[in-house]
């Protein structure tokens, strides 16, 4: 079966400061992944997808990047993070490709408080 | 950006009611629709979905209506029970690599 893990569950770092959250799925290849950020009391914002190694689409301008090393494998970065990063980030993965209807599954998230 | 919004932000219900709730929806080329449970702290899971050639479909003790006539959604939880509390997500799409488009939530609340 396959699993998504997502690390670290909770995050405290000072402004100005690196970012880097990994996200692995196990059981799958070749998946189509993604990061969202949930913001209290509002709903998810994809941030950014991936459907292959190297391929990264942006969906929004902001302070972060994402990269695939590796087939399963995800990294959401930050060279300098903002009071405004903070947030819960969600790292997911799509089932199936090829079917044009499906759906997401999510790892366990990341709480980080820029402070 | 969120096209996909939710009528009420709070739902409170007792425990053996039935829930209800809406979700309405903007882009009309959506043609699949999903609801996620959120428990605090952890991951949206995966609850029903619905294609658009369909007006209802059930899982056990929940049941999804779509009318696209005018692009509402609903989740119905039948006797809700208290590990029911959460907040409840829809989202569509029109299928894509771009994945899914999310609501706000709504917060189910659990009276005993």
């Known amino acids: 079966s396959q699993t998504i893990h997502q690390w670290p569950a909770t995050l405290v770092q000072p402004v100005g400061s690196p970012l880097s959250l990994e996200c692995t799925v196990e059981?799958?290849?070749?998946?189509?992944l993604y990061w969202y950020r949930q913001a209290a009391g509002r709903g998810l914002q994809l941030l950014f997808y991936s459907v292959g190694i190297g391929q990264i689409s942006s969906e929004v301008p902001q302070n972060l990047s994402a990269s695939r090393p590796q087939d399963r494998q995800f990294i959401l970065s930050s060279k300098k993070l903002l009071l405004s990063d903070s947030g819960f980030y969600l790292c997911?993965?799509?089932?199936?490709?090829?079917?044009?209807?499906?759906?997401?599954?999510f790892g366990s998230g990341t709480q980080l408080s820029v402070l | 950006g969120e096209s996909v919004g939710l009528h009420l932000p709070t739902l409170s219900v007792q425990e053996g009611d039935n829930s209800i709730i809406n979700c309405a929806y903007s882009n009309s080329a959506s043609d699949y629709f999903i609801w996620y449970k959120q428990e605090s702290g952890k991951g949206p899971q995966f609850i029903i979905d619905?294609?658009?050639?369909?007006d209802k479909r059930q899982g056990q003790r929940v049941t999804v209506l779509l009318n696209k006539t005018v692009k509402h959604l609903s989740l119905q939880i039948a006797a809700t029970q208290p590990g029911d509390s959460a907040v409840y997500f829809c989202a569509e799409t029109r299928g894509g690599a771009d994945g899914l488009t999310f609501g706000k939530g709504t917060h189910l609340i659990i009276q005993p």
């Open positions: 619905i294609r658009s050639n369909m």
């Open positions: 059981g799958t290849s070749n998946p189509n």
């Open positions: 997911a993965w799509m089932g199936n490709i090829g079917a044009k209807y499906e759906k997401l599954f």
